[in-house]
């Protein structure tokens, strides 16, 4: 009985000792994931004044795309 109990014991504290490493873990990548969208901000708001239209390229392209698709579906019914 007791050595069940020091089982269960070890195992408690094996995965609360993993919440809390992987809580910090998650704490550090929220930390990256903010600076790199700090970066990419820095960077749009550059190329926006270069006279580069992030939205209006992204518009082309995925007009591009819709337009690529629809040809596929229709080559594929006839």
């Known amino acids: ?3 069940q109990q020091m089982n269960k014991d070890e195992q408690i504290g094996f995965h609360k000792g993993s919440i809390s490493t992987l809580a910090k873990e998650r704490e550090e990548l929220l930390k990256i ?6 970066l990419i901000q820095a960077h749009s708001e550059s190329l926006k004044k ?3 239209d ?3 390229e992204a518009r082309k392209i995925q007009e591009k795309i819709r337009k690529e698709q629809g ?3 229709d080559e594929r019914i006839a």
């Not at 994931?33 to 700090?38: G, L, M, P, Y």
């Open 33 to 38: 994931v903010n600076i790199v969208e700090q």
């Open 71 to 73: 040809i596929k579906l």
């Open 50 to 52: 270069l006279g580069i």
């Open 1 to 3: 009985m007791a050595e």
């Open 54 to 56: 992030l939205e209006k």
